[in-house]
């Protein structure tokens, strides 16, 4: 194929948190070996409500544009639930009469659920949009599983996040503090107040015996005041470090001082975080929801609990911080961020997606 191959990427602004922009990021920053150009144009923002629909009318003036005078050769559309679909199905309808391949990259969390909490005509609009995308990247096999179960003619493709992986001192020796880091969004999603909840018997266990646990809550969001109250009532300040959202200087040197990472989630795909905990050699505590048991092996680089159950979650996090040595776990996370995980075979891997597409489209062309 002679030429660029220009594709147009749409999700939200850059600027809003979340694994999301992450992954969006690492597409604009990413050099492909075929002459693969990406032009992005954001649809969404954080500001409100008013400001979002004003900002997604000029949005779609500006994709129709690009439809109409840059002529991409596939449209990537960046897809989580709620907002997020009825914004990428506008876009997605407008694609197709241009006569454009789309791939539809989804991110929701709470996919399913929104599904069956849709209206008829919603979940119509829904199943149409899976069956008659080119390709649906899904973020491993039980989300794959999910969307399968939704509309099963999806074309559906496994396209598992990917991190680029840091030179790190992999001889890191015990500290005088065990660190364990936190970082995602302050909602009830996340688990923050079982986490909260599950820190009392770990951080009285181990003043016992002399050590002394520093959780690191690294985010922003709805229930960060609650939070808060709920560590002052336990009188538990000291061991708790609130920083809002971090930048990615900020969140580098906290992923360097953690010990453990956690994130107690109730309904996740694949998060961000873990990947970049993992690529620090970080052991991470997370639950048996999406597809996190495909980065964390349960008693190898981590542990796995049941979302909610606080008490295991307490028992895990006493377990880890009174382990003498965590080196082979951490070994573990690396060696799984490396082998499943790493920048270079994730965008290898998109750069056969494209192509794929192209030729399909290439190929019908000829036949007609």
């Keep these: 194929m002679n030429g660029n191959i220009n594709v147009l990427m749409v999700g939200s602004s850059t600027k809003v948190k979340g694994g999301m922009t992450t992954v969006v990021q690492s597409f604009l920053q990413h050099e492909f070996n075929s002459p693969i150009k990406i032009s992005y144009i954001a649809t969404h923002t954080e500001k409100g409500d008013i400001y979002n629909f ?5 949005s779609l003036g500006r994709i129709f544009f690009h439809l109409l005078f840059k002529n991409p050769l596939l449209v990537h559309l960046h897809m989580s639930e709620r907002g997020s679909f ?8 407008l694609a197709k009469l241009f006569g454009k391949k789309v791939i539809i990259h989804t991110h929701g969390a709470e996919f399913k659920e929104y599904f069956m909490s849709s209206s008829p005509m919603m979940k119509k609009k829904i199943m149409g949009l899976l069956k008659n995308a080119d390709r649906v990247l899904v973020l491993g096999e039980s989300w794959e599983m999910i969307l399968r179960s939704i509309e099963p003619e999806a074309k559906t493709t496994i396209l598992m996040n990917s991190v680029p992986i840091p030179v790190i001192d992999s001889s890191k020796r015990r500290q005088k503090d065990f660190h364990l880091l936190f970082l995602a ?5 996340k688990g923050i107040l079982d986490l909260i909840e599950a820190s009392v018997l770990p951080i009285m266990q181990a003043k016992k015996n002399n050590l002394r646990l520093i959780f690191h809550i690294a ?4 229930l960060m005041e609650a939070a808060k109250k709920r560590v002052s009532e336990y009188n538990f300040e000291e061991f708790f470090h609130f920083y809002g959202w971090v930048n990615e200087s900020q969140k580098k040197k906290l992923l360097k001082l953690a010990d453990l990472f956690i994130l107690p989630s109730y309904n996740e795909g694949l998060p961000m975080s873990i990947l970049e905990a993992l690529s620090y050699g970080i052991p991470v505590i997370s639950t048996k929801v999406g597809s996190i048991d495909e980065a964390i092996v349960d008693g190898v680089n981590g542990y796995l609990i049941e979302p909610g159950d606080i008490h295991a979650l307490s028992m895990r996090i006493s377990e880890l911080a ?36 192209l030729m399909e489209s290439s190929e019908k062309a000829v036949q007609k």
Excluded: C, H, P, W
Excluded at 54 to 58: A, D, G, I, S, T
Excluded at 86 to 93: D, L, Q, T
Excluded at 185 to 189: G, N, S
Excluded at 219 to 222: H, R, T
């Design 54 to 58: 004003l900002f997604f009318v000029q």
């Design 86 to 93: 009825v914004r990428k199905y506008i876009i997605f309808r």
């Design 185 to 189: 969004v302050l909602i009830e999603r």
């Design 219 to 222: 985010g922003d969001g709805e």
């Design 322 to 357: 009174a382990t003498q040595s965590l080196m082979s776990m951490r070994q573990a996370s690396r060696k799984i961020a490396e082998e499943k995980f790493g920048n270079e075979q994730y965008f290898k891997e998109m750069e056969k997606i494209y192509l794929k597409n």
